[in-house]
Every structure is written in structure tokens, then in C-alpha cells.
């Protein structure tokens, strides 16, 4: 038997279409990234809440015998800093500060903002100007220079820092949502939505805002490894967490004077901060993607 | 006219203030609307047809927008619904008054399932259980012919064709059953296929709530199809009115005349003039109506206009029969009018 195999060509197009349909499933590739994010930060939530577990030294717990002793050395995993506390130890519980941060500073201050901006986006007229030009106030000044203002005026701490996050980061969520609000609410959904009779405040959550959420959450996804760095540079400047208490951002500041002779100190706990960082942007992606129900 | 009237509309004026100047776009609109009764409202684009209908129901955007005249919904009294303050406007909205759009693809919610918005519009105006609202809003899936509703409640409205997302509008609108349903070019966006099963839908669904409606349509075929009355628009103004009999049988006005003639033949109106297969047009386009013409407003076009017509402060006069009004000095002469003379004033 000598016969050449050919498909029928409309085999080969439905093969070649099942395979796009397997390869683009909204359960497959897509979620994935989402799925890695969140992943990657549960792992670090486990790790930083578990740490009493996974290390049994204190992050404060001076081993004067090993100072800048090298990971893998002298008993401790990722080694030791300059007064010998354990590296690995002070990433994780610095961890639950900076996570903190990350958590506590980015959902107050997207709530606050996402809801100034749909007000202001959907009301329009004085309220809007109004309050734009109190978002325009905010953003005249820089940004890191009116967080130390206000730190100084409140006296360094960690729950300070949170504070002047608040005061300050929602603005930015105010503007994104107000743009998103405008464009929305000349849709013709809204118009269906009011011809029903439906209040305001419902055509407004529940209607403009399902659409318009999508902006602030990836962005609110940045903004958590902003303020993650935001801590870490008070932190540097001595403005946040206050020493001994471990948080990624003093930490590299204590290692910069050893960087040449003791890298660890600095790098582990700044790739501590991409670890996160990259958890956090990946659900940000994945997020996007899924808020879009269209796109799929 | 033998039915109760629902819903009257007086001298209804919405002007809107634009950069380039005032839009006239409704001037002096005045109609009934009677209990269980069907009305059609037809002419070209930019004659008013939807500002009409957004100002009935309280939807022109506040700033920039002035409107006169009188709207009142019977069942609630005699008072104006242009005064009315907003929160009461809304519990209007939807339960008693309810419109549906002209492209279906924009008018849900594109992020929400149909289910969602369903249950949300059967449960705005009445205190309900959620499974006795999901219960409701399969039924109504059922009522406007969309197969599988059970499983069609968690689709997006991405997942639906025109004609199935126009059916889940309707459906979205009667939740509440409301008395008078403002359909606003319902068809227009859709094939005519669908068109005509969306619009035995909307007379079905019509005659077995005896709700009124106003059914909004540039296109005379369906208005002659499905509507006791028809109300002719031309330039924000009312032209002519009557029965639809009447209307067909005597069109008074020459611009009824025009739209009567420009329809296709076979189109399933009686009038034809032509042979078959010439298409005819109204030579000449919509008055601005930023600076309407003084006089009739359809006078630049017409093929009968005189000196008179344009000196003319109009005003709509009896055309014989009961019910039947033209807003035209010469309608003798117009009923008169043969097929549309495209050269006469091209």
C-alpha cells in the first residue's frame, strides 16, 4: 500500500484552530501569570508570618562572634551583618513590615482615591474642579519631599510613615479614575442604567465603576512595590522603621558601607524587594487580563 | 383616539446651548399618548425624534440643556414631570416609564453578565428574594425568545448578537413593568430579519401587558407595520399627525408625501409612486436648527412653497378627519401631489 497521507483541508484548518483555542483558553496561559504572582507572594506571606519557624534566631540578636560572617558560614544561611544578626532572619521579619506597608498604605489609599474620582468624574461641574484642584495641590509638590514634611512634622515612625502615605498617594488614583469615570459615564450603558430608574450612587458603583476599576487595581499593583521602595528609601534615610526593628530598606542602607568587602548585607535584602516587586506586577498582568472579560 | 390618555406632552421646547449657538432641537412639541396605544414617531435624522424622547424621560444632561412646555403621566396626577424633582423622576424611571436603545451592542453593561444586569433591573423597583429575582429574570428571557436562559444568564453581553442583546434589553426594560416604553430606533442597528422579529416581539409583549408605547424610527415600513398613530417630525416640530390609516390613505403634509414615496416599492406601504425599482430621496437635507428658517420650516425643500409659506408663523391645522393635524398651509394642494418630483426643486 502505497498512500500519501493528506488531510482534507477542512481537518487541517479545524487542527490548526483547535490548537489556537487550547493555547489561548481563558483558563490556561493567561491565568498562569496571575497564578504565578499570587504564588510567589503567598510564599512570602508564609515566610514572613512563619518566620519564628524557619529561623530560630531573633532578627535583633547580636552573634558577636560572627560579625559579617558570609552566607553559609558561621551557622548562619545567608550570614550576617556588621554587629552579626542573622541575614536571613531580619529579611523575614523586615518582611512583615514592608509587606505591611505594601498592604496597609496601597488599599487606604485606593479606596479613598478610586472614590474621590468617581465623584469627581461623575458629578462634574464645581464638584470636579473642586476637587481636582485639591489632586492639582498634592502633586505640585514633590512627591518624597512632602512625605519627609510630613514625617517630620509627625516624628519618624512606622506608623507615621503610613500616614503621610495617605495623606499624600491618593491623588493619583483620584486622577486615573476620574479620566476613566469621564469616558465612562458618556457611555450608552450609563444612559440605559439611568433609564431605569437606577440612583446614582448604584449607576456609579455598580455600573461605572466595574468598568473603570481595572485602571486603579493594576496600578494600585505598581503603586504597592512603590511604596514598598518608598519605605525602604525612608527607611535609608532613617525616616521609617527605626533601628534595631529589621525592614529591607535600612538594612540596605546599613550595608552600603560593607558593599565592597561585604556584599550580602545589601543585595539579599534588595532582592527580597524584586521578589516582591515581581509578585506584586505579575498580578498586576494577570489582573488586567481578567478584568477584561471582552478581550478574552 | 378613544383610549384614556397616558402620557401628554404641550408644547414641549428643549433647547440645547452649543459653541456654535443655540440648537433648537425640540420647538413646540405637543402629543398624546393613550392607554395601551402605539405611536409612532417618524422622521429624518436631527428632527428631534430622540431629544423628544430623552427630555420625557428626564435624560438630557442637566447643564446646557433648557427645556418648556408641559409632560404629564396621567396615572401620577396632573403634575409636570419637567419640574419634577430628580428623585422622583427616578422612581418614575424604569418602573413606569422604561426606554430601550438604539444599538444594543453599547446599552449593557459590557463588564457585567446579562444574568447580573437582569436581576438588578427586576429587583431596583420591587423588594424581592434573590431566587425568586433570578426565578424572574429567566422568565424573562423566556417571554422575549432567548433559548437556554438558564445558561445565557452568565454570559457577558459580548457573547450575545444584536438581536439576542436588543431581546435581553427589552426583556431588561419590562422587568419592572413599566406602563409606557419609549423605544428609541429599536430596529435600526439590526438586519432585516431580525428587525422584524424584534418588532413582533415589542407588539406581542405590547399587547399582552397593554402597555403604551412610543416607537422612535426614521424608517416609515416599520412605523406603518406597527403603530395606531404616527406622529411626522420635521425640524423639531410636529407635522403632521393622525390614525395610521389616515396618515397612509392622506398624507397631508408634502414632506409625509416625501417620506411616503421615498419607500422603496414593496416595501409594504400602499403608496407607491414610481416605477419599480427607482429609489427615490428628498432632494435638499434637514433644516439647521440653530438658525431654523422663519416660516415653515420644510419650505427650502418643498415643491409647493410659496411666499406665504415662508411668512407662515405655523401652527398645526385640522386635515378633515378626526385626529388628523398638518402643519401645512397648502395640504389641499399636497394631497393633490402626485409622485415626488425629484426635478421640481433639485
Known amino acids: 500500500m502505497n498512500q500519501t497521507w493528506t488531510l482534507h483541508p477542512s481537518e487541517a484548518l479545524l487542527k490548526v484552530a483547535e490548537r489556537t483555542a ?123 519631599v512632602l512625605i519627609i514634611a510630613i514625617i517630620a512634622m509627625l516624628g519618624p515612625s512606622i506608623f507615621n510613615m503610613f500616614v503621610a502615605i495617605w495623606i499624600t498617594s491618593w491623588v493619583s488614583y483620584a486622577r486615573i479614575m476620574r479620566a476613566q469615570t469621564v469616558v465612562a459615564k458618556k457611555q450608552q450603558y450609563v444612559l440605559a442604567a439611568r433609564a431605569l430608574g ?62 565592597l568587602s ?28 481578567i478584568l477584561r472579560p471582552g478581550d478574552r | 383616539m378613544t383610549a384614556d390618555p397616558l402620557l401628554s406632552v404641550r408644547d414641549l421646547r428643549t433647547y440645547l446651548a ?85 444599538d444594543p451592542m453599547t446599552a449593557l453593561n459590557p463588564v457585567r453578565t446579562i444574568g447580573d444586569q437582569l436581576v438588578e433591573a427586576v429587583t431596583a423597583h420591587t423588594a424581592m428574594r434573590r431566587e425568586q ?25 459580548f457573547q450575545f448578537s444584536g438581536g439576542m442583546l436588543q431581546r435581553a434589553l427589552i426583556a431588561i426594560a419590562l422587568a419592572s413593568e413599566p406602563r409606557l416604553l419609549l423605544a428609541d430606533e429599536p430596529t435600526t442597528s439590526l438586519d432585516v430579519i431580525i428587525q422584524d422579529q424584534i418588532l413582533s416581539l415589542l407588539l406581542e409583549l405590547q399587547r399582552d401587558t397593554g402597555m403604551s408605547m412610543i416607537l422612535v424610527s426614521h424608517d416609515l415600513a416599520v412605523i406603518t407595520e406597527v403603530c395606531d398613530r404616527i406622529i411626522v417630525m420635521y425640524g423639531g416640530q410636529v407635522v403632521e399627525e393622525g390614525e395610521t390609516e389616515t396618515i397612509i390613505a392622506r398624507p397631508s403634509h408634502p414632506y409625509t408625501r416625501a417620506l411616503l414615496d421615498a419607500l422603496p416599492a414593496g416595501a409594504g406601504a400602499p403608496s407607491q409612486g414610481g416605477e419599480r425599482g427607482q429609489l427615490r430621496s428628498i432632494p435638499g437635507s434637514p433644516p439647521s436648527l440653530i438658525d431654523a428658517p422663519p416660516g415653515c420650516r420644510f419650505a427650502p425643500r418643498c415643491p409647493l412653497v410659496t411666499d406665504d409659506c415662508r411668512a407662515w408663523a405655523t401652527e398645526l391645522l385640522d386635515a378633515g378627519q378626526a385626529g388628523h393635524r398638518v402643519r401645512c398651509l397648502r395640504q389641499d394642494e399636497a394631497r393633490g401631489l402626485g409622485a415626488w418630483q425629484a426635478s421640481d426643486s433639485a
Open chain 1, 22 to 144: 487550547k493555547r489561548s483558553s481563558s483558563t490556561g496561559r493567561r491565568r498562569l501569570v496571575l497564578i504565578a504572582g499570587l504564588a510567589m507572594l503567598g510564599v512570602a506571606i508564609i515566610a514572613f508570618v512563619g518566620a519564628p519557624l524557619l529561623v530560630g534566631v531573633s532578627p535583633i540578636k547580636l552573634d558577636v562572634l560572627h560579625p559579617l560572617a558570609p552566607p553559609l558560614t558561621g551557622g548562619h544561611l545567608l550570614g550576617t551583618d556588621q554587629f552579626g544578626r542573622d541575614i536571613l532572619s531580619r529579611i523575614l521579619y523586615g518582611g512583615r513590615i514592608d509587606l505591611a506597608i505594601a498592604f496597609g498604605a496601597t488599599s487606604v489609599t485606593l479606596v479613598f482615591g478610586t472614590i474621590v474620582g468617581l465623584v469627581a468624574g461623575y458629578f462634574g461641574g464645581w464638584v470636579d474642579n473642586l476637587l481636582m484642584r485639591i489632586v492639582d495641590l498634592f502633586f505640585a509638590f514633590p512627591f518624597l
Open chain 1, 198 to 259: 437606577y440612583s446614582r450612587l448604584r449607576v456609579m458603583f455598580r455600573h461605572i465603576l466595574p468598568n473603570t476599576a481595572s485602571a486603579v487595581i493594576i496600578f494600585s499593583m505598581v503603586d504597592a512595590i512603590g511604596n514598598i521602595i518608598l519605605a525602604a528609601s525612608l527607611g535609608f534615610l532613617g525616616l521609617g522603621a527605626q533601628p534595631p526593628s529589621p525592614e529591607w530598606g535600612t538594612m540596605i542602607s546599613d550595608g552600603q558601607n560593607y558593599i
Open chain 1, 262 to 289: 561585604s556584599w550580602w548585607i545589601a543585595t539579599l535584602p534588595g532582592l527580597a524587594i524584586v521578589f516582591v516587586g515581581v509578585a506584586f506586577s505579575l498580578i498586576g498582568d494577570g489582573l488586567a487580563d
Open chain 2, 18 to 102: 452649543t459653541r456654535h449657538g443655540v440648537v433648537r432641537a425640540v420647538d413646540g412639541v405637543s402629543f398624546t399618548v393613550g392607554e395601551a396605544e402605539v405611536v409612532g414617531v417618524v422622521g429624518e435624522s436631527g428632527c428631534g425624534k430622540t431629544v423628544t424622547c430623552r427630555t420625557i424621560m428626564g435624560l438630557m444632561p442637566s447643564r446646557g440643556t433648557y427645556s418648556s412646555g408641559e409632560v404629564v403621566y396621567h396615572p401620577r396626577g396632573s403634575g409636570n414631570l419637567l419640574t419634577l424633582p430628580q428623585n422622583q423622576m427616578q422612581q418614575l424611571r424604569g418602573a413606569h416609564l422604561a426606554m430601550i436603545f438604539q
Open chain 2, 133 to 157: 429575582a433570578r426565578e424572574r429574570a429567566i422568565g424573562l428571557l423566556v417571554r422575549v425568545g432567548i433559548p437556554a436562559p438558564e445558561q445565557r444568564m452568565r454570559d457577558y453581553p
